[in-house]
Each structure stands twice: as C-alpha cells, then as structure tokens.
C-alpha cells in the first residue's frame, strides 16, 4: 500500500476502527464490521466475559478483525491498569484503548488520571492508545509519557456533534509524533471525511454506526467517507478565496 | 443499481459532475476523470470551438463521458439562449447547463435574466439544469418554468468556501420536485459529503479537482465522498446530543 | 452625532429599528420601545386600522417614534403597492417597508414580485426600504430600482438563527450605495452585533425582543449591542491569527 | 446594582476585566481603561517594576482601578508561586491571575503543573483566578483545588479567534460553583457578546483592545457588549426555530 497506517510498528489494513458498543445484535455488528472494511475494533472489558457469552469477539474473531481491549468505565489509573490488565490475560494482546473518564454524565476523561494511567501502562509494558480531550498540551505530554497513539475526542462520546474545535486538532496533529486518531463525536460521514482532512491518521467511531438507523449502510458510508478524506488530505485542497473564480476563463470567448 | 441519479427519465451512472474548467492540460483531465468515475461533463459553449481544437472534448468521447454544455460567460438571458443553441447544435444533446451570471467578480447567478432564459430554453425544448443562488424561492420559481434539475451554489465558483448556508440548501431540497445538484463552493471531500448528507441527489465541481494539487488524486477522494454522503443520507444518522451517551453502558458492569 | 445613521436624506437617532409584530401587550411593547432607544418602528398595515384600535400606534406616538408602514402579508407587487398606499394615506409617510413574501411557511421574499414592487413603489414616489433576501445580486438590483435602503435577511423571520450567511451579508455592504439594514433572523445581543460588525449600517429585529421572556431587557441588550457592534466596526477589529500571540511578551522579563 | 458580579466575597463595578499587555503607550492604556469602565485590570508581575518604572500601574492606580498581578511568563508551578508571592508584596493583594503555559508557542496552559500551582497558591493563602483551557474537567478540579474563578480560553492568547467551542464553555458554566470569566481569544465585541450568552460571569481581555486600530474605541465597544450579553442573558432568548414564524400574524388581516 502506498500510503500505509502503522501504529506502534504494525500495519492496519485500514483507517476507519470500530467500536463495538451501542450495537443492537451480534448480527447487525457483523454486518457493520464487513462493510465498514475495518482490521480493528475495541470492546469494552468490563463490559465483556471473553470465557463465556463472548458473542462481539466471536464475531470479531470470525471476521479477522483485530480485537483492541478498552478500559471503559474506568475512572481511576488504578481501576484502568487492572482493566488493561484482564484484556491483556483474556485477548493475549498488550495492545490497549486507554479511557479514564471523569464521570457518567460528560464521559469526558479526566486529564490527571489519565496521565497517570498512561505512564503506568507503559512502564507495565502495554502499547497504549489514549482517548484525550483535544487539548494539545496534554496530547502532547500523553506522547511523552510513550503512548503510541493519540485519540482526542471531537466531542463528547455518542454526542454525533462532529468536531467541535478543528483547531485544536489541527495544533494537535501539527506536533505529534504517534499517530493521531480522532476518536468520539462523529455524528456523520462529512465528520470523519473532516478528521482525516485535518491530518489525523484515522477515525474511531462506534455510536455513529451502531446506532444509526441502518448499522450496515453507515458502516460503508464510513469507510467511503474515512478514505475519501485521507486522499484529499493529500491531494492538496484549493485555497479558500473571499472571492469568486472562473473555472472556465472567459477570456478569448466566443462573440455572440 | 438500488439507488438510481435520474435527470429527466435519463440514469447517470455517478452523483459526482465533473466541469472541465481549470484542467492543466488534456491529459490532467483525462486522469481527473477516470479516477472521478463521473458520467457526465460540463464545457463551457463559449470556450469551446467543437470544430478544431477540442482536446477537452476528445477526452470526454474517448472516456465515453455524457457531455453537458453550459453558458458560462453569459451576462443575460439572451446570450445564454445563443449559446445552448450553439452547444446543442454542436454536441447533439438538448440538456444545457444554464449559466447566466451578474458579474465577473462575483460570478453570481443574476436571479432575473436566469428565470427569464429558463422560461425561453424550456419553451425552446431544452432540457434545463439551472445553476442557481441558495434562495428557495428562487429555485421554486426555477422549477416551475420547467427546469429538469435546480443547482444552487454551496459558495461562490471557485471559493471552495463549502456549503455557507446548509439551512437554504435543506430548504430547497424539501421541496424540490426535480434533482437538486450542489454546484459551486466545494473545496474540499468533507464538503462534497456535506451537499449529499443534505438530501442533495448529486454534486457538480470543477476547480476543487482541476486546481488541486494532484487533480486525480481529490477526484478519487471526491468520488468517495460523495458516495459515503448519500449513503450516509440514506442510512439515517445519529441525533446530535447537548450530552454524552456512553457506546458502552456501564451497568452491569465486571466490578474491579 | 460623529457617526449618523442617514435614511434618505433623514437621520434616525438610532441604528436600532424595531418591529412591532408579537408583542404581548401595549404596555410590554412601550416599555421594550423606552428601554431600545429606537427612533423607528414599523408597523404591519394590513393588521392595523388605525382609525379605531390603534393602540400599537397610540404607543408609537406617544414615545415620538418614527412610525414606519409595511407591506407584511402581501404575496404580489400589486397587493404591496396597495398596501403602501394605505400606509402612505393613514400615516401620513412617503416611507415604507417593503415586504413580498413568497409564502407563509418560509416567509421568504419573492425576489421577482419584490423587483417589480420596489419599481412600482419608486415610480409612485415612495421611500422603499426593502426586505430582501441575501442575494448580493439581488440586492444591487433593488438598489438600481432606487430603494432608499436595502434590507437582507440573516435568517428567516422569527427564526432566530442569527446570520447564516455572513458572507453574502459582507459583499451586499461592500458594493452598497444605499444604508443595508439587517432584518430578520436576529436571535440575541451577538447577532445584532455581528450584524454591525460585517458593515450593516443598522439592525432590524421584533421578534427577539417581544418574544423574548423579558422585552424590556432584552430590547436594551439589543440597543447596546447594535452600539457595540457599530464601534467595533469603526475600530478595526485585530486580525484573527492561526497562532497564539503573547500580550505580554517575555522578553526583558525578570529572571526568577 | 440588580446583577452584582462578585468574585472572593468583593464586588466588582464591572464584568470586563481589562489585561494591560500590548497597549502603545500609557496613555492610550488610560484611554482604554476609562472607555473600557473596567474596575479591574491585570498586570504580568514578571514585566513590571513597581518600584521604578511602573507606568502602567501609575495609570491604573491613577484611576482607582483594581490591580490583578498575573504570572504571565510562567512555565511551572515554581515559577508560579515566586511570581505570585512577588506580586502579592509589591501591590498588596493577595489575588492573582494565575497562568502556566506550556511553551511561546501555543501558550496554551500546561494542565498537569496548573493544577499544581493552584493547589499550592491556595494553600499558601491566595485569592486564585485561574487561567485554563476549555476542559470542563480541568475546571472541575481547579475548583475543587480551591480556585475564586475559573477563567477558561475562548481560543489562544492573541490569536482572535473567538470562542472555537462554545459548547465546551456552556458545561463549564453549567457546573460552576465559582464565577467563569472568559479568558483569551477574543477578537471582536459580538465575540464578547457570545461569552456572556453563554453564561459566562465576565470576560477578560487584552490585545483584542490594545491591538485594535482605534484602543479607546474598541474598549467602548467591549464595555457595551459585556451588558449586551449579559443582559440576553438574563431576558431569555427565543428558541431556535427551524421554520420561520410570522412577527405580524396574517389572520385577521385587512383584504385587499
């Protein structure tokens, strides 16, 4: 692939990750993960018991689809380390989503557990992705700390308000030196086109898909959207004028 | 296909209109449309001498490419009659991509010589694609001369500003009984995605490709884009939110 | 006054123009009057006999407000022309508010009757000022026809969504040869000042004020921010920048 | 007054709060400073001499303004507490603005050692107005660290851009327990407007006056547009509506 997407080291066959909470049924996730043509989505530890119901990794599994274990729920470091640490034993992956929220209400994570979390982590051996607000100071020392991608919301989780404050990312992924993935908020596929064309290295979206009226269509609207805006990200946009420009010059028009 | 683009009891192929105006060179141009997957071109009629230069023609025939001639540079209502008459006699086609323009700083539809030579191009039996300002009423009155497609602009040509007021264009297509195609202002994939997710059945550009930096490169993005808006528009999106709502509920949740 | 607000030849006091139109009561409607500091009010002709109830007027007059006629409910030039002549008899004003509205769902001007009108209005003596939509090309038309003021809508009426399209409203101001009152749209205090700040010489508003659920304070809110917005017009705004800027450098600071 | 703004028990004559950074020369501070009406104004202690130069602190004092030593320059909690304690025995108070930045570049607040400074300012006996991002859960432990007010970025220091999220601004107001004073990026006064819209208590700011074209001016307009939003805010605005709603109902009206 001439424009690959690497994250600590190893390929992803795609930009568009999954989340695979707020699906209505295994099916419908399924059917979502196929056409979202995804190679990787999170689930939620706490939520699941990979021994016996199983049936989102059951589906996962069946698709090839690389599972990424996440710490939802948590609100300290230390309930995130021990969260990390079941999906660590259960998925056999040190790969790990990082969320420590600071309540039900914001689901905003809170940027001092989540630091501390982070450096915990990583000194515990994990590769961690970590959901942030999108400030580029704490993004910043999250990369410090040795996370091995960024993931500033564009609003807060299942808000579908699509990014708030393009700014903020843009300061972000201007200065980053692991990937940047916009995760949270996209309500739409213009929402994930946007994040792409603002540099960041792929969308994580979860609610936007299993929640829209059909799971599967929107899941394919995503990756059409997700690739789409990767390309124009590269292709170099037009300037934005104030004012009109002929595409079709008329000078040396014909007389009528 | 499940989800047909009809113009006048004629399927297009593609949602994506492509205007030929600012290509480089033939050759851009070719590759701009091949990797656009459009099926249809607009050329501007006073431009163009069919005759003997035609390169910009050649690629569109040799592509097998629907070509529609448009009125660029027309000032009034009856330079824009000469014109079509000059581009279906030339091209063979009686669709006319209607241009008559105020001025050529702001290259603004003027609302009154525009109805004017709607009226006599639909009595002259063209078949009429209507570049228009975002006023809805306009456009109903465009519609009831008989247009065979309303095109309101996102901006001004060439701004790649995108969509400045999303409010008009919701306005048109409620009440649109002909196509509604997004034509002007794009600058970008997330716009293209925008004009679709819109309820916009299609979407003409021609700068924001042809003045890219790699021109095949964002007509292959906008092609994507414009396929993840309208499925996006038809897979029924997610409610924006003032508040969170968590992907993955937490109740009944693995204590720690 | 060092910066007067000239209507045809005429100062106002008051950049600030009120509408009458959904005010609770006379007393509501005086008391938002006094707290505005308007000099113009305008008042709907085919709602008003004012012969007999009149108590809109009885206000109007009492406070020394300029009363200003509109055509509101009118549909065609000839129902408009009828009605400022009803205005013109009753009032005792060559001035009038020209209103065609296309419908009474949009409440959007037609700009083909509202053309027409505004000739007609000009041709029998009238001072038109004009409720337009935010066609810049229209616009510069009505002012060709010899409107006194050109009115363009932010929004639709009662709407309150502020001015959805600031950049039409910047070019209608920078071609302008008459004063450009925004009308319509205005939702709170930050509309009417942003309105002043894109170069409107004036603000127009009703509903956000007697809809509001105190008039009276709402009304001052709205005379200080069309005050607010006119001195920051005048004082040249600082340009917006991509980067932060110190306001306190550090250069010289004292070492800790 | 009906609507006192009080910060730490005191009363301030007014909710514009006036940063004295960037201004030309002293008297078009004094000049800003009587326009503005401000009753507070801050100083960047690691800038001043108090003892020799004091220009700025001569103007302030000379109109009975209330001086706020601020921490500009400040990269950590250290250097934070030396520059306040150095502020609190020069002017005698023992209020500041609190500011730790990151780096010149952004100088965007550094969370982590933010947190720290409050915390240990507050316990050496400061009255806090802390300098932070838009994070609602920044804020929420700022205040649980013991701030007087919680003075959130509308977008970078100097950069004029606005609020970029308003969103974010309305939970910080939603769930204070301390007054929120909008602080940075403030270009304009519809932008000032906004801030109080939103619910802000007061508003800070410095180069959008002192960088302005005409100071004095600009500081006029931001004391009007202060009251504006405030007072909105307090009237209750009309809902958003997607429709437009007649100010002049139709029914009833005269026939033509």
């Given at each position: 692939?001439?424009?690959?997407?690497?994250i600590a080291?190893q390929?992803?066959?795609?930009?568009?990750?999954?989340?695979?909470?707020?699906?209505?049924?295994?099916?419908?996730?399924?059917?979502?993960?196929?056409?979202?043509?995804?190679?990787m989505?999170?689930?939620?530890?706490?939520?699941?018991?990979?021994?016996?119901?199983?049936?989102?990794?059951?589906?996962?599994?069946?698709?090839?689809?690389r599972?990424l274990p996440?710490?939802?729920?948590?609100?300290?470091?230390?309930?995130?380390?021990?969260?990390?640490?079941?999906g660590r034993?259960?998925?056999?992956t040190p790969w790990v989503k990082?969320?420590?929220?600071?309540?039900?209400?914001?689901?905003?994570?809170?940027?001092?557990?989540?630091?501390?979390?982070?450096?915990?982590?990583?000194?515990?051996?994990f590769t961690v992705l970590?959901?942030?607000?999108?400030?580029?100071?704490?993004?910043?020392?999250?990369?410090?700390?040795?996370?091995a991608?960024?993931?500033?919301?564009?609003?807060?989780?299942?808000?579908?308000?699509?990014?708030?404050?393009?700014?903020?990312?843009?300061?972000?992924?201007?200065?980053?030196?692991?990937?940047?993935?916009?995760?949270?908020?996209?309500?739409?596929?213009?929402?994930?086109?946007?994040?792409?064309?603002?540099?960041?290295?792929?969308?994580?979206?979860?609610?936007?898909?299993?929640?829209?009226?059909?799971?599967?269509?929107?899941?394919?609207?995503?990756?059409?959207?997700?690739?789409?805006?990767?390309?124009?990200?590269?292709?170099?946009?037009?300037?934005?004028?104030?004012?009109?420009?002929?595409?079709?010059?008329?000078?040396?028009?014909?007389?009528?």
């Amino acid at each position: 692939m001439d424009d690959p997407f690497i994250i600590a080291g190893q390929e992803l066959g795609s930009r568009l990750i999954l989340g695979t909470g707020g699906a209505p049924s295994p099916q419908v996730l399924d059917e979502a993960v196929v056409a979202s043509g995804t190679a990787m989505c999170t689930v939620a530890m706490r939520r699941v018991d990979p021994g016996t119901s199983g049936s989102v990794l059951d589906v996962l599994v069946a698709r090839g689809v690389r599972v990424l274990p996440n710490t939802a729920g948590c609100r300290t470091a230390r309930e995130a380390l021990l969260t990390a640490r079941l999906g660590r034993e259960a998925l056999e992956t040190p790969w790990v989503k990082l969320e420590v929220v600071a309540d039900d209400e914001t689901l905003l994570p809170d940027p001092v557990e989540l630091l501390d979390a982070t450096e915990s982590l990583v000194g515990d051996g994990f590769t961690v992705l970590v959901y942030t607000n999108d400030d580029p100071i704490l993004a910043r020392r999250l990369q410090q700390a040795g996370c091995a991608a960024v993931m500033p919301l564009g609003a807060p989780i299942g808000s579908g308000l699509g990014i708030l404050n393009p700014h903020n990312i843009e300061l972000i992924v201007a200065e980053a030196t692991v990937p940047v993935v916009l995760d949270a908020g996209i309500g739409t596929a213009s929402d994930a086109a946007l994040a792409m064309e603002l540099g960041c290295d792929a969308v994580l979206l979860a609610s936007a898909v299993t929640r829209a009226q059909e799971p599967a269509l929107m899941a394919a609207a995503m990756a059409d959207a997700v690739r789409a805006g990767r390309m124009a990200h590269r292709a170099g946009r037009i300037p934005r004028r104030e004012h009109a420009k002929a595409s079709s010059p008329t000078r040396g028009m014909a007389a009528l």
